[in-house]
């Protein structure tokens, strides 16, 4: 199965300041996607097809990537977007998540 | 609008079997495949099945020995069965719809069941 490792673990950053976690694949996938988890809640669907915005995520978030590198950034930190961040590539099976970046509010 | 319900026993003791019923509307399962996707407390997502909108299934294979995913489409639910239950399955549960048009992406999820495994 294709294992994603996603880094940092956790992190912490300002109101204001540019996020970016990273999600790097064992194998080579065709397209990435994010889901956001705040605590106590259910996964939303947050970017698709890399690079694509969920309905509703606001448009200071941003994906990238090909091949096995893929990021989500956040160019300017709010305090709603504390939460925890899951990539996940959908098409070899079976479809796999990473563990998670814990974003915290600094 | 688009809804999905877990209902369960919260708590299974070892060695029995996990019963799990997702009650879904706004939506058909002939259209509409739906997963069951489990998270450990604390931890991460874990993929564990999926039944087709033909009614077929696939299972990850670490879990396919014990797994059994099956559906109601009359009662628009999806039923999820494990069996050997140990400490290593105390999780949230999950089921979420596929997104159409693509393949293993969760558009809409349930708020989960929690499953303790005690005795």
């Known amino acids: 199965e294709i294992v994603l490792t996603q880094s940092p673990t956790t992190m912490a950053a300002s109101p204001g300041e540019k996020v970016t976690i990273t999600c790097r694949a064992s194998?080579?996938?065709?397209?990435m996607y994010w889901y956001q988890q705040m605590s106590d809640a259910s996964p939303k669907l947050w970017i698709y097809?890399?690079?694509k915005l969920a309905s509703g995520v606001p448009d200071r978030f941003s994906g990238s990537g090909s091949g096995t590198s893929y990021s989500l950034t956040i160019n300017t930190m709010e305090a709603e977007d504390a939460a925890t961040y899951y990539c996940?590539?959908?098409?070899?099976?079976?479809?796999?998540f990473g563990a998670g970046t814990k974003l915290e509010l600094k | 609008q688009v809804q999905l319900k877990e209902s369960g026993p919260g708590l299974v003791q070892p060695s029995q079997t996990l019963s799990l019923t997702c009650t879904v509307s706004?939506?058909?399962?002939?259209?509409?495949?739906v997963h069951w996707v489990r998270q450990p407390t604390g931890k991460g997502l874990e993929w564990m099945g999926v039944?087709?909108?033909?009614?077929?299934?696939d299972y990850n294979s670490a879990l396919k020995s014990r797994l059994s995913i099956s559906r109601d489409t009359s009662k628009s639910q999806v039923f999820l069965k494990m069996n050997s239950l140990q400490t290593e399955d105390i999780a949230t549960y999950y089921c979420?719809?596929?997104?159409?048009?693509?393949?293993?992406?969760?558009?809409?999820w349930g708020q989960g069941v929690m499953v303790t495994v005690s005795s």
């Open positions: 979420a719809r596929e997104k159409g048009y693509y393949g293993n992406i969760f558009d809409y």
């Open positions: 706004g939506f058909s399962l002939t259209r509409y495949n």
């Open positions: 039944i087709w909108t033909g009614g077929s299934t």
């Open positions: 194998s080579s996938v065709s397209y």
């Open positions: 097809d890399t690079s």
């Open positions: 996940q590539q959908c098409c070899s099976t079976p479809p796999t």
